[in-house]
Structure formats: C-alpha cells, structure tokens
T-cell receptor
C-alpha cells in the first residue's frame, strides 16, 4: 500500500536555527508529494509540493526536493522564526487519494 | 466560494444523539473528501466524492457513519448514535481532479461527544 513516514516530534528549536523534518514514502506508483502545515488553532494549509522526481517545492523559506532514488521528500528551512511553530504533515497523492504522515510538531523559542 | 466552508465549527452532543456536519467546497472542485483528525490517530481518510457519487467510502469506521453530496457541491456527513470515540475534528477538503493538485481544507468541525 501507500504510506508516508515522517520523523517523530516534538522538535524544539531556537529562533534562527536550521530545521529539517525527514519524510520518506512507499508508493505503488508515481505520486505527487506535499507538505502541509497546521498552525495552532487553524486548519491545514498547503505549504509546498513537487510532482516529479528532482522537482523542488518552495514557499515561505521552506524547501523540499522530490528524491525518487531515496523515496524521500525532506522539509528544510535555513532560519526558523517563532511564527513557524506548527504541526507539519508530509503527504503523497496517487490518483485521487492523499495519504498523510503522522505529523511533526515544531516549536520555535525566541 | 473562496474557500472550503464547514459548519458548525464546534459541536457538543450527548452520547447516542445523531449529528450532521456540513461542508461547502470551493466552487468548481469536483472532488470532495472527508477526513478525521484525532489525537494519536493523525489524519484518517473517511470518504471520497467525485461529483455526487462516492467511489471510495472505505474509511467510514462503521455503519453509523454516512455521507452524501448533492448538486456536485454541498456535502453532509452524518453520524448516528454518537459514541465518545467519535470525538474528533472532522475535516472536509476539495480539489481539482488531477494528482498534481493538493487539497484545500476547511477549518474543520470539532465534535465532542459527552
């Protein structure tokens, strides 16, 4: 079946630190890959996406590259801010269905 | 509309009562989805609509759960004889049909069964 595994949290960082959240996937076909973010008290928002191998998705200083050879889509940000505190979900879409990882809670301290 | 709208935003109900949750997707989005988000369970797929039909309802947890969509637009998720384990945030999402597109989620309905 199709599944997504992402690093367990919680992750606590200081402001301006480098953030990496690992995400790997298993899929029976060739999926599109997504990162969603859920800020406290809010709904899920699409953060970035990549639809084919070696594509890089980017938004708000976050980046992730679709690596087919390692079936990975790791999320990175070079300098986090307090406002980046949220839950981050990696997801894959095959055909109509979006499958999510368990989510990683990130807290950034001032 | 501009986004996916869900109502009510919060619902507290007594165990054994029926509840209806409503979702109004983005105009023109043919695909509509319901997910459930609960502590420790992550995001759980419930049902997928394409137009008014539901080709995948494999995630509905029991026959107490049902959903319909009318006019290729509004969807209602109904939970009959609610149980405490039904307490969760129910999320609706809509999308264009293609795999390259993500879903747009609503803000969810927080259901509490007491």
């Amino acid at each position: 079946g199709n599944s997504v595994t992402q690093m367990e949290g919680p992750v606590t960082l200081s402001e301006e630190a480098f953030l990496t959240i690992n995400c790997t996937y298993t899929a029976t076909g060739y999926p599109s890959l997504f990162w969603y973010v859920q800020y406290p008290g809010e709904g899920l928002q699409l953060l970035l996406k990549a639809t084919k191998a070696d594509d890089k998705g980017s938004n708000k200083g976050f980046e992730a590259t679709y690596r087919k050879e390692t079936t990975s889509f790791h999320l990175e940000k070079g300098s986090v801010q307090v406002s980046d505190s949220a839950v981050y979900f990696c997801a894959l879409r095959l055909d109509y269905k979006l499958s999510f990882g368990a989510g990683t809670t990130v807290t950034v301290r001032a | 509309g501009a986004g996916v709208s869900q109502s009510p935003s919060n619902k507290v109900t007594e165990k054994g009562k029926d509840v209806e949750l409503r979702c109004d997707p983005i105009s023109g989005h043919t695909a509509l989805y319901w997910y459930r988000q609960s502590l420790g369970q992550g995001l759980e797929f419930l049902i997928y609509f394409q137009g008014n039909s539901a080709p995948d309802k494999s995630g509905l947890p029991s026959d107490r759960f049902s959903a319909e969509r009318t006019g290729g637009s509004v969807s209602t998720l109904t939970i009959q004889r609610t149980q405490q384990e039904d307490s969760a945030v129910y999320l609706c999402a809509s999308s264009w049909g293609g795999q390259a597109y993500g879903y747009t989620f609503g803000s969810g309905t927080r259901l509490t069964v007491v």
